[in-house]
C-alpha cells in the first residue's frame, strides 16, 4: 500500500462548484476521505486530548467551537448515531480558505440542527445574517409573487437559472447514510420523477449504468456531474460508495435538471439561455410542487420546519437552498470601484462562469443572490431579477461614458 | 469481553435499525478487481454486518476502501483495512481467506516466526555500489491499546505520539536523535526533511485517504529521525510506527543490524511503560493493512541494471527469487535510467532474516547478471530455482 507522499496544495477548490456550466467531468481519480467513525474508545480519554487543534483555522465552527461546548457535545449522538465529531469533521481537515469564510460542518440527518444547536445556532446566525433561534423562516414558492424578471437584456444576459435542494424525510443525509439508504432515496425519486408529464417528462440516468454514448452528450449538455474533488464534501463523506445510487434526470427540452444523491438528496435546477429569469423561476415552482406531492403519497415528505425552512446537508444552505443566478456581460461595471459595494447593497454576489472560485471569463460574470435563510424563494429571485436589471443599465451608462453615481442603490 | 460485547453489539444493532436489509446495503462490486471483492459474498456481509469490535469498527469501515477504489489495472489491491487489533478476529471469515490469497496461501492454523537477531543474516555487507546506489529496510509497529488510523480518535492518536516521542527520545548513541512534529514545523525544518527525502506529507492515495486515515492531518503526526538521518521513524501515518534505516551503498548487513538494534530498543522501551506492540503467533506483528501483516517488512536496494531488466527473464528471475521491482519514486512509478527499487515480495510465513536474506542473495545475483550481460555473456546458467 506504501505510494509516494506529495504536497497537497492548500488552495484546493473550497466548493463543488454548482453553477450549470461548470457541470464538467473532472478528474476521475478524486481523493475520498471518511465519513464518520464510532470509536467507542473516544471518551476514555479526556476532553483536552479530544478537542480538536484549530490554532491555524479560519472557519465558521472553529470560531465557534470552545473546548466547553466541545466537553457538553462529545457524547451526545442523534438518534442515527451522528456525533460531534463527525459534524465537525470537514471542518477540521479544511482549516480554510484565504478568500472565503467556509462553514466547516455537516448534518448528517434531520436531527443534528436539534441535538447539536448550541454549535450550530451560533455557526447559522453568523453565516446568514444574525438570523436568531427563535426566527421564523417564510417559504413562499408561489412563482406568480414575483414582479417582472421576463424582460432582462438577452444581450446582456447569457442565461437564467435557479437551483435548490430537497432532503427525504426519514433518511439520514449524504454525509452518513449507508448504502441501503442513498438507494432507496434514488428509488423514491426516480418514481416521483417519472411520474412527471408535459413540460417535465424526462429521463433518468443513473452514474453506474451510464453508456458512453450518454456519458458524452451529459457533458457536452454541461450536465454531468462527476466524483467530488472538493476536500470540504470529502472531509465530510459525501463521496463513499461513489457512484452507487447517483444519477442525473432532466426533462426531454433539457431545462429542468434534478440531481440525486450528489451533496444532498436531491438538487433541482431549471434554466435556459436568455433573460427570461420569470419563466425559469416558473418552471423551478411548478416542477418542485409536483414533485413534493409525489413524495407525499408516498409518506415521505421533505425536511421542513418552521425556523430553518428546508433542511439540508450544509448550514449554509437552510431556507431556501436556493441560488437563482444569470450569467451576464458587465465588462464596465465589474471594473468599477464601486462594483463590490454595489452588490452587497443588493444582496448579490458574483462569481466567474465556471461556478465558486473561478475567475470570470471575458468581463461575464454569475451574480446570484447572497441570502438563503429569513427571506422566501419569491424574495430572493426577486432582489436577482431587480438588481441585474439595475445593472445592466450601469452597464448601459458606463458604456456611453455616463456616472453612475445617481443610480447607486440603497442598502437592501 | 463476552458481556462487554454484548453491549457494543447491541448498540451497534441499533444503529443498524434504521439501516435497511443486508441485501439492500450489500456494496455493489461488479467492477471491482481487489482481494476484498473477490472474496465478499452476501451471505457473508449479512453474517458479519451484525458484529462490532470492542471499540465499534465494523464491516463497513472494514471494507470501505475497497469500495471506494475498484481495482488498478497492474496491482492488486487489499481493498480493506483494520480499525484495531481486534477486527483481525472479529472478521476472520473475511480476512482470512484475503490473507490467504495475498499472502501465498497462508492458513490460518499457520504459524509466523519472527527473528529480528541480525547476527543470523549470512553476507550483506559486501553489494557492490558501483551497482547498489542505496539500502533500505522499513517496517511497522502498532501499539497495543489504541485503535488503527482509520478508526482511532485524536485523543488516540495523541496518545500515541506522546508515547512515541517519550520512548524515542531516550534512545542514545548512534540512535540518538529528534522529532519534528508535522504541525510545528518550520519552514527551514520542514525545507531540510524534503530535501533529505524524508518529510512525508498529507498522503494523496485514494486507498488510504478512503479508510480515514487522513483525518484531522497533520495534528499527532511527525518525523522522528537519528542524528546521522540513518534511522527515521514516522509516527501516525498509515500505521502508528513506521521505521527505517538506510544509507547510501551496498551495506544491507549494516542497515538491517540498526534496523534491528532500534526496534529491539523501542519494543523494549515500550515494554518499560506497560504496553506492548500488537503481536500474536499466527499473524506476527499487526498492522492497518493485511498486507504488510507478518514482518511488516519491506527490504530493499536501489540498484543499477539497465542490461538485466530488459532481459526477456527478468520477471521470471524476480519472481524465482521471490522479489519485486518498483520505480526508484516508489510503488507504481517508473524506473529511471535503468535503475530499480528491488526488494522482497513476501511479509507473512517468513521472518525478518529469512526476507532480508532473500534480498541480499538475490541482488548479488541479480548484479552478477548484469556484469555478465555487459560482456555479452549468457546468463542461462545463472537461473536460479524458485524459492
Not at chain 1, 446570484?368 to 424574495?379: H, I, K, M, Q, T
Request: aromatic share 8%; glycine share 8%.
Amino acid at each position: 500500500m506504501g505510494s509516494q507522499w506529495l504536497r497537497v496544495c492548500p488552495d484546493l477548490i473550497p466548493r463543488t462548484v454548482t453553477s450549470f456550466s461548470c457541470l464538467v467531468c473532472s478528474v476521475r481519480n478524486a481523493i475520498m476521505p471518511f465519513g464518520n467513525t464510532h470509536n467507542n474508545f473516544k471518551l476514555n480519554f479526556k476532553v483536552e486530548e479530544e478537542y480538536p487543534d484549530l490554532t491555524k483555522h479560519n472557519n465558521h465552527m472553529a470560531k465557534v467551537l470552545t473546548k466547553d461546548m466541545y466537553a457538553k457535545l462529545r457524547d451526545k449522538q442523534t438518534s442515527s448515531g451522528f456525533t460531534v465529531d463527525d459534524v465537525i469533521q470537514t471542518g477540521v481537515d479544511n482549516p480554510g480558505h484565504p478568500f472565503i469564510m467556509t462553514v466547516g460542518c455537516v448534518a448528517g440527518d434531520e436531527e443534528s440542527y436539534e441535538v447539536f444547536k448550541d454549535l450550530l445556532d451560533p455557526i447559522i446566525s453568523d453565516r446568514h445574517s444574525g438570523y436568531k433561534p427563535t426566527d421564523k423562516h417564510k417559504t413562499d414558492l408561489n412563482f406568480e409573487n414575483l414582479k417582472g424578471g421576463d424582460d432582462l437584456d438577452p444581450s446582456y444576459v447569457l442565461s437564467s437559472r435557479v437551483r435548490t435542494g430537497r432532503s427525504i424525510k426519514g433518511y439520514t443525509l449524504p454525509p452518513h447514510n449507508s448504502r441501503g439508504e442513498r438507494r432507496a432515496v434514488e428509488r423514491l425519486s426516480v418514481e416521483a420523477l417519472n411520474t412527471l408529464d408535459g413540460e417535465f417528462k424526462g429521463k433518468y440516468y443513473p452514474l453506474n449504468k451510464m453508456s458512453d454514448a450518454e456519458q458524452e452528450q451529459l457533458i457536452a449538455d454541461h450536465f454531468l456531474f462527476d466524483k467530488p474533488v472538493s476536500p470540504l464534501l470529502l472531509g465530510a463523506g459525501m463521496a463513499r460508495d461513489w457512484p452507487d445510487a447517483r444519477g442525473i434526470w432532466h426533462n426531454d427540452a433539457k431545462s429542468f435538471l434534478v440531481w440525486v444523491n450528489e451533496e444532498d438528496h436531491l438538487r433541482v435546477i431549471s434554466m435556459e439561455k436568455g433573460g427570461n429569469m420569470k419563466e425559469v423561476f416558473r418552471r423551478f415552482c411548478v416542477g418542485l410542487k409536483r414533485i413534493e406531492e409525489t413524495f407525499k403519497k408516498h409518506n415521505h415528505g421533505f425536511m421542513w420546519n418552521e425556523h430553518l425552512g428546508y433542511v439540508l446537508t450544509c448550514p449554509s444552505n437552510l431556507g431556501t437552498g436556493l441560488r437563482g443566478g444569470v450569467h451576464v456581460k458587465l465588462p464596465k461595471l465589474s471594473t468599477h470601484a464601486k462594483f463590490e459595494e454595489i452588490l452587497t447593497r443588493l444582496r448579490l454576489q458574483k462569481r466567474g462562469t465556471g461556478g465558486v472560485d473561478t475567475a470570470s471569463v471575458g468581463g461575464v460574470f454569475d451574480i446570484s443572490n447572497a441570502d438563503r435563510l429569513g427571506s422566501s424563494e419569491v424574495d430572493q429571485v426577486q432582489m436577482v431579477v431587480d438588481g441585474v436589471k439595475l445593472m445592466v443599465e450601469m452597464e448601459k451608462k458606463l458604456e456611453k461614458g455616463e456616472a453612475i453615481d445617481s443610480m447607486i442603490p440603497a442598502q437592501k | 469481553m463476552a458481556d462487554h460485547m454484548e453491549k457494543i453489539n447491541d448498540k451497534m444493532a441499533k444503529l443498524t435499525i434504521k439501516r435497511l436489509s443486508a441485501e439492500e446495503e450489500f456494496p455493489d462490486l461488479s467492477q471491482h478487481n481487489n482481494h476484498m471483492a473477490k472474496v465478499l459474498t452476501q451471505d457473508m456481509y449479512t453474517k458479519l454486518r451484525d458484529r462490532a469490535t470492542p471499540n465499534g469498527f465494523t464491516i463497513d469501515g472494514v471494507i470501505q476502501t475497497g469500495i471506494d477504489n475498484p481495482g488498478h489495472p497492474f496491482i492488486m489491491t487489499v481493498g480493506c483495512v483494520a480499525g484495531d487489533e481486534e477486527t483481525y478476529e472479529v472478521f476472520k471469515e473475511l480476512l482470512d481467506p484475503i490473507i490467504e490469497d495475498r499472502h501465498g496461501g497462508y492458513k490460518p492454523t499457520d504459524k509466523h516466526k519472527t527473528d529480528l537477531n541480525p547476527d543470523n543474516l549470512k553476507g550483506g555487507d559486501d553489494l557492490d555500489p558501483n551497482y547498489v546506489i542505496s539500502s533500505r529496510v522499513r517496517t511497522g509497529r502498532s501499539i497495543r491499546g489504541f485503535c488503527l488510523p482509520p478508526h482511532c480518535s485524536r485523543g488516540e492518536r495523541r496518545g500515541v505520539e506522546k508515547m512515541s516521542v517519550e520512548a524515542l527520545d531516550s534512545l542514545s548513541g548512534d540512535l540518538k536523535g529528534k522529532y519534528y512534529a508535522l504541525k510545528n514545523m518550520t519552514d527551514a525544518e520542514q525545507q531540510q526533511l524534503i530535501d533529505d527525502h524524508f518529510l512525508f506529507d498529507k498522503p494523496v492515495s485514494p486507498l488510504l485517504l478512503a479508510s480515514g486515515m487522513a483525518r484531522d492531518w497533520p495534528d499527532g503526526r511527525g518525523i522522528w529521525h537519528n542524528d546521522t538521518k540513518t534511522f527515521l521513524v514516522w509516527v501516525n501515518e498509515e500505521d502508528h510506527l513506521r521505521v527505517i534505516s538506510m544509507q547510501k551503498g551496498g551495506n544491507m548487513k549494516e542497515v538491517f543490524n540498526r534496523f534491528c538494534a532500534g526496534l529491539t530498543k523501542i519494543e523494549t522501551l515500550f515494554k518499560d511503560k506497560g504496553t506492548s506492540f500488537m503481536w500474536n503467533e499466527h499473524l506476527g506483528y499487526v498492522l492497518t493493512c493485511p498486507s504488510n501483516l507478518g514482518t511488516g517488512l519491506r527490504a530493499g536496494v536501489h540498484v543499477k541494471i539497465p542490461n538485466m531488466s530488459k532481459h526477456a527473464k527478468f520477471e521470471e528471475v524476480l519472481k524465482r527469487l521471490r522479489l519485486q521491482k518498483r520505480g526508484t519514486g516508489g510503488v507504481d512509478t517508473a524506473a529511471v535510467g535503468g535503475t530499480f527499487d528491488i526488494s522482497n515480495a513476501d511479509r507473512l510465513g517468513f521472518s525478518e532474516v529469512a526476507l532480508v536474506q532473500m534480498v541480499v542473495d538475490g541482488v548479488k545475483l541479480l548484479v552478477e547478471m548484469e556484469k555478465k550481460l555487459e560482456k555479452g555473456q549468457s546468463i542461462d546458467d545463472l537461473m536460479p530455482a524458485q524459492k
